[in-house]
């Protein structure tokens, strides 16, 4: 198991979990709070998203999901397993939070207090829109292999 996220400070987590060749990322965390966390989120997470298996996701606060839309974009084109619930906030909170980063872009360019000209988001609402279909919802407390293809995982637990 290694820490990309939620180290240092209690926001971005992200665990990337490896065993038998399969490589699960628990949670997907937006960094938030001071610019110097927020910056964490443009920085290389410290894994090739193409090469994870799978996504679980423990709930739907944005510390622990918001840079889901930016890990697709990024490549990743495995399943993300989360409660009824979870998905169910995440068609609000996603769309919103990738609204939020273009605006926030916009509003940096038209006040031009922004390094980068121009300043973009870090992901968009149609960003996060499409990430959404990657969700595959589990029953609470139900068992469920995340990666049937990998020899000797297990089965893992859903909890929240």
Same mark, same amino acid.
């Given at each position: 198991?290694?820490?990309?996220?939620?180290?240092?400070?209690?926001?971005?987590?992200?665990?990337?979990?490896?065993?038998?060749?399969?490589?699960?990322?628990?949670?997907?965390?937006?960094?938030?709070?001071?610019?110097?966390?927020?910056l964490r989120n443009w920085?290389?997470? $410290?894994?090739?998203?193409?090469?994870?298996?799978?996504?679980?996701?423990? &709930? @739907?606060?944005?510390? %622990?999901?918001?840079? #889901? /839309?930016?890990?697709?974009?990024?490549?990743?084109?495995?399943?993300?397993?989360?409660?009824?619930?979870?998905?169910?906030?995440?068609?609000?909170?996603?769309?919103?939070? $990738?609204?939020?980063?273009?605006?926030?872009?916009?509003?940096?360019?038209? &006040? @031009?207090?922004?390094? %980068?000209?121009?300043? #973009? /988001?870090?992901?968009?609402?149609?960003?996060?829109?499409?990430?959404?279909?990657?969700?595959?919802?589990?029953?609470?407390?139900?068992?469920?292999?995340?990666?049937?293809?990998?020899?000797?995982?297990?089965?893992?637990?859903?909890?929240?």
């Amino acid at each position: 198991m290694t820490f990309h996220g939620a180290t240092d400070t209690v926001t971005g987590s992200r665990y990337l979990v490896e065993r038998d060749g399969a490589r699960i990322l628990v949670d997907c965390g937006l960094f938030q709070g001071p610019k110097k966390l927020r910056l964490r989120n443009w920085e290389n997470p $410290g894994f090739d998203a193409a090469t994870l298996d799978a996504v679980i996701l423990t &709930h @739907a606060h944005i510390d %622990h999901t918001g840079y #889901l /839309p930016k890990l697709c974009k990024a490549g990743f084109r495995g399943r993300v397993f989360c409660t009824h619930g979870t998905r169910d906030l995440l068609k609000i909170l996603l769309p919103d939070s $990738g609204h939020l980063q273009e605006e926030e872009a916009r509003q940096a360019n038209r &006040h @031009a207090y922004s390094r %980068h000209r121009p300043a #973009l /988001p870090l992901y968009t609402r149609a960003d996060a829109e499409a990430g959404l279909e990657q969700l595959s919802p589990v029953p609470y407390c139900e068992t469920f292999a995340p990666n049937a293809t990998a020899p000797g995982l297990g089965d893992t637990e859903v909890l929240e």
